[in-house]
Structure formats: C-alpha cells, structure tokens
C-alpha cells in the first residue's frame, strides 16, 4: 500500500539530494551498499538490545533504499546489473535485521526467535512470489505487508519496545499477503492460451526457408537480368 501511495511521492522530494549525490560522484551501488552496511548495522543493534539504535539504522537503510533508484533514474545508469544487485542487497537485509531480531529474543526465550524466523520465511515468499511473476510476464505487487510495511512496523516495534505483538501482527498480515499474490498469480496465470501471445515455432520457420530459398539457377537469374538491367537503365516515365 505504502510504496504504491506514497513512494512516488517521496522520490519525487528526495530527486534533488539524489542529483545533488550524483553530482558529487555517489553511484547508486554505492548507496545500494550503504542502505545494506545500515541493515547490518542495525542487526547488531537490535541483538546487543540496542533498539532505538535500531530506529535509526532503519530510517537511514531506508533513506538508502529510497535514494539508489532515484539517483540511477536521474543519472541515466539504470540496467539489468544494478536492479539485480539492488533486489539481492533488499532480501540479504530483510534476513540480517529480522535475524537481529531473532537473537535478541533469545536472550530470554527459546521459542520466539521462531516467531522472527516465521516472519523472515513469509518475507522472502512474498518477493519471491513478486520476481517470478514477473519472469512469467505477469503483475504480482500489492498486499497488506510489502517491504514498506515490514520497515515501518519494525521500526515501531523497537522504538515502543513492543516487538513481540509487532511481529505478530506482521506474521498474519505477510501470510494474507503471501495468499493475496498467490491466487492474484495463479487467476493470471490460468487465462486460455488464446490470449497469450503468438510464440515463434523454429520448425515452421525452418520449413519456410526450405520452401522458399533461392535455388542456384533461380540466383543465376537474378544476376543476369541485374547485369542486364545496369547495361539497358530503364527509361523514366514521361511526366503528366
């Protein structure tokens, strides 16, 4: 809901701090690894029972997350290698900060780091159901639990110190969302071949160009009648 609302927004403010990095020489790899150094950051935090430290390790791996694909849009540096690199850095700190969270858990119990480990589990599913949709050629986004959400409610959760009801309520809602793109994917996806589109079937072209390559005495033709033709240019037609 958030990165459909209120994303666009935001990068819209942030374009100026974004060219401003840009012109200084900050590549947007380079932030892709801040926002991934700030999540690390923000795990140890998190496990030594540092938890406001933990706000503000996320609100800066945010600002990071934010600020990479406005400064590759605006640099003109956007492709295939750093979206890749953008979404593995994403997932690799989903796991260290919900793992942050698992450790500090078990401090004091021995079952509710899997409650932070369910909550990672669901995370992972729900990018996972969004990257193969869109391999697929189909749209899997929305949700009540997208990657904004998660950081919003974790964020929560450690300023009020109120973690435990947080990941609660995360687990249900990442499961509704992990249901949502599931049957939103699958109805997509089960729509008749008719309206697909064509696909190109190499045994029927190859028969073409077997039915229709020149011969050799079709292309002993073609070269007479051009030596014929630059010998004897034909006539322009008269004007009306």
């Known amino acids: 809901m958030l990165d459909r609302r209120w994303r666009a927004r935001v990068e819209r403010g942030l374009g100026p701090l974004g060219r401003a990095l840009g012109r200084i020489g900050i590549t947007p790899d380079a932030l892709t690894v801040f926002g991934l150094a700030c999540s690390i950051a923000t795990a140890v935090a998190v496990a030594s029972g540092h938890l406001l430290l ?3 390790g996320i609100a800066l791996a945010g600002l990071g997350d934010l600020l990479d694909g406005n ?10 290698r750093g979206s890749f690199f953008d979404s593995v850095a994403d997932r690799v700190s989903d796991a260290v900060v919900l793992g942050g969270v698992g450790w500090y858990f078990g401090r004091e119990s021995a079952t509710l780091p899997m409650l932070a480990f369910a909550v990672a589990a669901l995370s992972m599913l729900i990018s996972y159901e969004r990257a193969k949709a869109e ?6 986004r929305g949700g009540l639990m997208e990657r904004a959400e998660r950081f919003v409610l974790l964020g929560v959760g450690m300023a009020f110190d109120v973690l435990v009801p947080v990941l609660w309520i995360m687990l249900v809602l990442c499961t ?4 949502h793109r599931f049957v939103k994917v699958w109805s997509a996806a089960g729509r008749p071949l008719d309206d697909a589109r064509p696909t190109a079937d190499p045994a029927r072209w190859r028969g073409w160009w077997e039915s ?3 011969t050799a005495r079709t292309r002993q033709r073609t070269t007479r009648r051009a030596r014929t ?3 004897h240019p034909t006539r322009r037609r008269a004007r009306a």
């Open 71 to 80: 400064l590759a849009r605006s640099s003109g540096r956007t492709g295939p």
């Open 176 to 179: 509704v969302t992990v249901v």
């Open 212 to 214: 229709h390559r020149p």
């Open 229 to 231: 033709e630059r010998r």
């Open 54 to 56: 933990g706000v503000v």
């Open 135 to 140: 391999a697929l050629g189909l749209e899997a």
